[in-house]
Each structure stands twice: as structure tokens, then as C-alpha cells.
């Protein structure tokens, strides 16, 4: 069983940044996959950007050149910088992990872009 615990979440004003973390309860090492997705209301949950090998990443097109994903292995915790936020990058962030086929969920964090 792997937990994962997201925070940086928040109310951010368009063009403005924030960092959500992803910490997990197991190595990073013992890892296949992990990343970031994002369910907007009455939408289904996207991929944002991920990990999909120690180093090949993945991003949705819609957030290429404004968000970067970056991981910390000593302190088993993944990252998503986002910057030039916009409306429509408003959601619910998830941190997602494979392990051994089995994939892991994050509770969940509001990120909410306004004015």
C-alpha cells in the first residue's frame, strides 16, 4: 500500500504561480510511474504531467511551457511548478503513483485560478 499526501493547492489570480508537493510513503526507487492529474468540475480526471520513467516526462498540452514537474528522491516527494496559471487551469490536482501495476491516489487539492 503506498499513501500519497498532496498540499500547495490554493486561490491564485490569472498569471500567478503555485507549487503543489506530492510526498509518498515509499521510495521513490520502488516507483514505476508517478505524476499529476486534474478533474474540473462535471469533467473527467486528466493527465497533467507525470513521470513516466526516472527520466521521461509527460505533460498534457495544455499546460506545456508553463508547468514543470520535477521530483526529490531523498525526501520520496514529486512536485508540479505551475506558473502563468489561467482560468481553465481551475481543479481538483491529483497525485497519482504506479507501483508493481497497481496504481495509488492522492486525496486530492483545490487549485482555484481568479480574479
Known amino acids: 500500500q503506498v499513501q500519497l499526501v498532496e498540499s500547495g493547492g490554493g486561490l491564485v489570480q490569472p498569471g500567478g504561480s503555485l507549487r503543489l508537493s506530492c510526498a509518498a510513503s515509499?521510495?521513490?526507487?520502488?516507483?514505476?510511474?508517478m505524476g499529476w492529474y486534474r478533474q474540473a468540475p462535471g469533467k473527467q480526471r486528466d493527465l497533467v504531467a507525470a513521470f513516466t520513467s526516472a527520466s521521461t516526462t509527460n505533460y498534457a498540452d495544455s499546460v506545456k511551457g508553463r508547468f514543470t514537474i520535477s521530483g526529490d528522491n531523498a525526501k520520496n516527494t514529486v512536485y508540479l511548478q505551475m506558473d502563468s496559471l489561467k482560468p481553465e487551469d481551475t481543479a481538483v490536482y491529483y497525485c497519482n503513483a504506479k507501483v508493481l501495476g497497481a496504481s495509488y491516489w492522492g486525496q486530492g487539492t483545490q487549485v482555484t485560478v481568479s480574479s
Open positions: 515509499t521510495t521513490m526507487f520502488s516507483i514505476n510511474a
